[in-house]
């Protein structure tokens, strides 16, 4: 959370010499950071991020705070003074007092109630404070209302005044709201309540939502006399669960989610009843409620020293450890081997354990006085996961000509049904962003064609790839979040989209075998189209992309893909590849030419071949070309063949053995007729 | 005889000005000197001639031979000084090459991350992107309902609740991967990278809903906040550039204590301030010490061993080595972009 602090401000309560780029170099080094410096006129105003675990920082005396316990750290010259009016005396200036009835109705609701009654005189605030507050973003409206507003700012606690007049049988009663009450908050905005809000109810309506805005029938206004000034704090978990449910946000509440400093309760008010007599003429003329039950009280926290040297790396003395946690504000007590400290109110819900007062010592002593080293211990036995296999598989595909891009893994509704899984079986976003980003995609081939349909126009032969996860739903448990490899050309030719399923093959050390797709499928063409396994895994599907895809991407050309999935493939053990001894004797090598039909696969012809003979080291297709003289759907085939022995050549009388074997089963089992 | 010697010679250095290419040539050499050559013919004849005219004529044959030699010889030369200035050569114009294809910049990013961190140890880990609750929060000190939360912006998932671990979540960080890896090696010493998409509800010039992470974990018996210091100056340095080193600034996370946010030199000023810089540094990504309930939803015993983690953007990385304009670049895919890398 971000907060602008002019600097004169700061130094109201912050008193050194150091220039304002100092003081904030040294605050971003140790504490919140200053992110942003602007000149206005001769003051600075700092633009400070302030973590959530600080709201006690989140104000013009919680960083004068933090800037003194820095700078004195570091052995620089800085005094911090309080604001005047923390510890008034709050008793009514007046004999004819009147009586504010309060009531909580649960203290868990509200662990401190405070509040007073004021006579004043409502006018303009003055100069000061109105261009204090404008430098912090936030308009001057009287000066009751401005002291409200200014007091947040300058103490980080919020309050709220009503119009004591306005309050019916100045009753105050604090529950917890029931669903669909109504209010009409400062802004003018009719609000619905849920159930469980905090409320302020008098004798007969609402008059205030606790912690994020007050009632507009409650209000200060010009006419107002009498003023209830009020100072409570809330149940964090309450306020931001309100927040949530009306989708709104005030800076009070932003501050309440936090939970401010109950002790701190108190001070404000007597500060706010302080500035108001100052510049509102006022006087108090009730008693001081305040509703306390249980008083906040800060743990002791125990740091061993051994631990504290061991975090830091560096042997720290004892002395400036105190000395540190003095100027934040701490109470310690030295001992032997550890410091026993205990944390001011306005730190008791952010320091807990041990490691927190190393974070408090470690940050003021500087994290740039701390050397810069190698770690020391042993380096683990853990294996790389399968990530560390897929940095070489991209650069592989790489080196064979293909380009990687990275798309979205969320997609819309309406790329979902280009893909084929029904929105059941497909993970989905409860809150997407937009149409867009809806539900988590169970294939890349969408987004990659996408891609291709999208560059189509810049170029004619697009190759591109992707490894990304895709995600599918299971009966229970986490979806499924498998690897994949998915590559999408623009040419449309099976056989190229094949080749490169080759050479992937070969650079994960697999041997897939291809069997043709002949169902409709929705991303695949029917007969242009294969299924890849590894032995008897399945590990995915290459092919021309069926029309129903291409056409709903504006593609004219064919488009062809092949999705295989790494994490089954990874899973499988590879080939390993050994020695085998050469062949000291040179093979014979003879071409066969025969006729088949031109649906019989290549894979069925070599597969016979294998079948019939042992001699046979090596197949190779030399040549196949379709002929109307051949006859109808007929095709010629000619193989090389290498016959090799391991202990001889083989003889013309084996070979001519073997020739004949083979030529027998391919005219039996394919049906060939083998040329002479 | 000396006639047809001379006839053997003519004919000889005609065959050789007719030879045009190797082939032809290396015939001429079994042509000149085999064993059925003219000239050995011519030998074989000097037996039928009268005593007292042989010696003259051996003679006379072996200068033939030798001329016939040095023709060859010649010959020879001057083929393979024309073989090798046979074509026109450009050496300015392109050669025959094979297209080779790009690797995407967050790729060729987390190539040169995991190869650095793997110098000091840090093995390479995956971890879900679709998670629990558990692993993405609680586990990391972020109770249910607790406004840490907020922070992150996260995307839920349609599915069932887990009675142990929660609703399903889309990671909005690759912290998700710090209890899970605890819970599988077991017993530190833990040094790991994981690198992962992770995603939040947001998008504009410098967010994309989408995005990828890398976090690093190492737990110890002895591991102190200047061991922290020492890994990201030798990952800036190596991943920058040398002098490239980082700051520590305070900050709050749920998960550490101490907490810290890391920036890294500015390149631009060297640390003296510019337009670009805050102040002479660049912010990198948040880090800190691990905190002992995270340790201990590892069950990891947080009274012996001590950690530190990190997560940074690689986009936001990568933006500070090349420069940008709009993150959302990234993920646009325009070949012309990609092939720039």
């Known amino acids: 959370m971000n907060i602008k602090i002019p600097v004169s401000w700061l130094r109201d309560y912050l008193k050194t010499d150091l220039a304002a780029k100092t003081i904030a170099n040294y605050l971003t080094a140790s504490g919140p950071s200053v992110e942003r410096m602007e000149k206005k006129g001769e003051d600075f105003i700092f633009d400070i991020e302030v973590t959530t675990n600080r709201p006690d920082a989140f104000s013009v005396l919680g960083i004068a705070r933090e800037a003194h316990a820095i700078l004195s750290s570091n052995g620089q010259k800085s005094e911090l003074t309080a604001p005047k009016g923390m510890d008034l005396q709050l008793d009514p200036d007046t004999t004819s007092k009147v009586t504010l009835d309060a009531q909580i109705t649960d203290s868990k609701l509200c662990p401190r109630f405070t509040a007073i009654v004021l006579e004043v005189k409502i006018q303009e605030s003055p100069a000061l404070i109105k261009n204090r507050l404008i430098a912090c973003d936030i308009r001057p409206i009287n000066n009751i209302v401005d002291i409200t507003n200014y007091i947040m700012l300058e103490t980080g606690q919020p309050m709220h005044a009503f119009d004591f007049d306005k309050i019916e049988g100045a009753k105050m009663v604090l529950r917890q709201s029931r669903q669909y009450e109504k209010i009409t908050t400062l802004d003018s905005q009719k609000r619905i309540l849920p159930k469980g809000a905090i409320v302020i109810q008098d004798s007969k309506k609402l008059v205030d939502l606790c912690g994020i805005m007050g009632g507009e029938n409650s209000q200060i206004s010009k006419r107002t006399k009498r003023a209830i000034f009020f100072v409570q704090a809330y149940d964090p978990f309450i306020i931001r669960r309100t927040t949530q449910a009306l989708a709104f946000r005030t800076d009070a509440a932003t501050r309440f989610e936090k939970g401010v400093d109950l002790e701190n309760i108190l001070p404000t008010l007597s500060r706010s009843v302080y500035l108001a007599k100052k510049i509102a003429g006022a006087k108090i003329i009730s008693e001081l409620i305040d509703i306390y039950p249980k008083k906040q009280e800060s743990k002791t926290t125990t740091l061993r020293f051994s631990k504290l040297n061991k975090y830091l790396g560096i042997e720290i003395n004892p002395t400036k450890t105190i000395q540190i946690l003095t100027s934040l504000g701490f109470k310690t007590h030295l001992e032997i081997s550890q410091i026993k400290a205990v944390a001011p109110s306005w730190r008791t819900n952010d320091i807990d354990t041990d490691v927190d007062l190393i974070e408090e010592i470690a940050r003021i002593y500087g994290y740039h006085n701390l050397p810069s080293t190698l770690p020391v211990g042993q380096v683990p036995n853990r294996q790389d996961s399968d990530l560390k296999k897929v940095i070489a598989l991209k650069n592989a595909l790489k080196y064979l000509g293909q380009t990687e891009v990275i798309t979205y893994s969320i997609i819309s509704k309406e790329m979902l049904g280009t893909t084929g899984v029904s929105e059941k079986k497909a993970v989905e976003l409860t809150n997407p962003l937009t149409e867009e980003w809806q539900f988590m995609r169970p294939t890349l081939i969408s987004s990659l064609t996408e891609v291709v349909a999208k560059n189509s126009h810049l170029k004619s032969a697009i190759s591109i790839f992707e490894i990304a996860k895709t995600y599918l739903k299971q009966k229970s448990g986490l979806p499924v979040q498998d690897l994949f490899l998915t590559i999408v050309q623009s040419n449309g030719d099976f056989y190229k989209i094949k080749g490169i399923t080759e050479n992937v093959f070969e650079a994960l050390g697999q041997k897939a075998t291809y069997s043709k797709i002949k169902d409709e499928d929705k991303l695949f063409q029917a007969n242009q189209s294969a299924t890849v396994k590894i032995g008897d895994t399945q590990v995915g599907k290459l092919g021309l992309l069926n029309s129903a895809i291409t056409d709903h991407f504006e593609l004219q050309n064919q488009i062809s893909a092949v999705e295989l999935n790494l994490s089954r493939i990874y899973n499988l053990s590879t080939l390993s590849k050994s020695f085998h001894a050469i062949s000291k004797f040179s093979p014979v090598i003879e071409d066969i030419s025969a006729i088949f039909s031109i649906y019989t696969p290549l894979g069925d012809i070599t597969l016979e071949i294998k079948k019939i003979s042992t001699l046979v080291k090596n197949i190779e297709v030399i040549d196949i070309f379709e002929d109307p003289k051949l006859g109808d759907l007929k095709k010629s085939v000619t193989l090389r063949l290498t016959y090799q022995k391991q202990n001889s050549t083989p003889t013309q009388q084996e070979v001519n053995g073997e020739r004949t074997k083979i030529i027998k089963s391919l005219e039996t089992n394919l049906r060939a007729k083998v040329r002479k | ?341």
């Not at chain 2, 290419?21 to 000239?39: M, R, T």
């Not at chain 2, 650095?116 to 992107?129: H, R, T, V």
């Not at chain 2, 020492?230 to 002098?243: A, L, Q, R, V, W």
Request: net charge positive.
């Open chain 2, 1 to 341: 005889m000396e006639e047809k010697i001379k006839k053997i010679i003519t004919q000889a250095q005609e065959k050789l000005s007719q030879a045009k290419d190797q082939k032809s040539f290396s015939d001429l050499y079994i042509e000149f000197f085999g064993k059925s050559s003219p000239l050995n013919n011519l030998t074989k004849e000097i037996s039928k001639l009268a005593q007292e005219k042989r010696p003259k004529a051996g003679q006379a044959i072996n200068k033939a031979k030798q001329q016939l030699e040095k023709l060859y010889e010649e010959k020879k030369q001057s083929i393979k000084k024309n073989l090798n200035s046979a074509k026109i050569i450009d050496v300015t114009a392109s050669g025959t090459k094979r297209q080779l294809g790009h690797l995407h910049l967050v790729s060729q990013a987390i190539d040169q991350i995991t190869e650095i961190f793997a110098k000091l140890g840090f093995s390479l880990q995956s971890y879900p992107e679709v998670d629990f609750d558990y692993y993405a929060f609680e586990s990391l000190n972020m109770p249910a309902e607790h406004p840490a939360r907020d922070d992150w912006e996260t995307f839920f998932i349609n599915a069932e609740i887990d009675p142990k671990f929660g609703k399903q979540v889309l990671t909005p960080h690759t912290s998700n991967g710090q209890v899970r890896e605890m819970e599988i090696v077991k017993k530190p010493p833990i040094r790991m990278i994981n690198i992962s998409r992770c995603y939040r509800r947001q998008i504009d010039v410098s967010h994309t809903p989408m995005f990828h992470q890398f976090e690093g974990l190492l737990v110890d018996e002895n591991v102190s906040i200047d061991q922290l210091k020492g890994t990201f100056d030798f990952f800036t340095t190596n991943f920058f550039g040398p002098k490239r080193v980082t700051r520590l600034r305070p900050h709050h996370f749920r998960f550490t204590e101490p907490s810290f946010e890391v920036d890294v030199l500015c390149d631009i000023c060297e640390g003296k301030g510019c337009r670009i810089c805050k102040g002479g540094w660049l912010e990198l990504g948040g880090a800190g010490m691990v905190h002992p309930n995270v340790l201990k939803s590892g069950h990891i015993d947080p009274d012996k061993y001590a950690g530190f983690a990190f997560g940074w953007g690689i986009e936001r990385t990568i933006s500070m080595k090349t420069k940008l304009p709009d993150i959302r670049m990234f993920y646009q895919n325009d070949l012309r972009f990609l092939e720039q890398f």
